[in-house]
Structures are given as structure tokens and as C-alpha cells.
């Protein structure tokens, strides 16, 4: 959506729906990558590191990226620990 908004991308619009689809690609290919089982918060920080990275090559546009350092991993009985980039 993000993507969408800031090249105002519509379903009738070439350029700007094709980058859109090409970083949701993107997003789950990086959430893919790390497998599962579930973890929201890990999948989000994976889509917002994504696009962060995304927007840097698409828009030169460079934004900040905050170090993550997951606090919830003891609520999530699924959680993979080491195999996250995010487990402490």
C-alpha cells in the first residue's frame, strides 16, 4: 500500500502498479526465506525492512533503520528463535 500511495499507483496505471506488485514480490520472498511457523511481528519487520530497501533502489529516497530486537518470542510457543533475524 505504501508503495502504491507514493507513486500513485492504480489498477490502470502501468508503471507505478508494476513497482507496487514488485515489492509485495519482494516482501514475501524475504519473509519466505526465513519460513515460519507464525510470527506477525517478525513478518511486519521483515516487510518494513524490505521496503525500506526497496524505496532506497526505486525512489532514492534513504530512510532510517532502526535495529530490531524482538521483546515477545516468550509468548509465541512457535517461535523460532535462533532462525529469526530478530531473536535475542
Known amino acids: 500500500m505504501f508503495i502504491s500511495i507514493i507513486s500513485g499507483a492504480t489498477p ?7 513497482l507496487a506488485n514488485k515489492m509485495t ?12 511457523p507464525r510470527c506477525c511481528k517478525r513478518d511486519s519487520y521483515i516487510a518494513i525492512i524490505s ?31 535462533e532462525r529469526c533475524p530478530f531473536h535475542e
Open 25 to 36: 514480490s519482494k516482501a514475501l520472498d524475504a519473509i519466505g526465506s526465513i519460513g515460519g
Open 51 to 81: 521496503a525500506i530497501d526497496y524505496v532506497a533502489e526505486n525512489f532514492n529516497i534513504q530512510m532510517e533503520k532502526s535495529v530490531i530486537k524482538c521483546i515477545h518470542s516468550d509468548k509465541n510457543n512457535q517461535c523460532i528463535k
Open 12 to 18: 490502470l496505471k502501468n508503471e507505478p502498479w508494476g
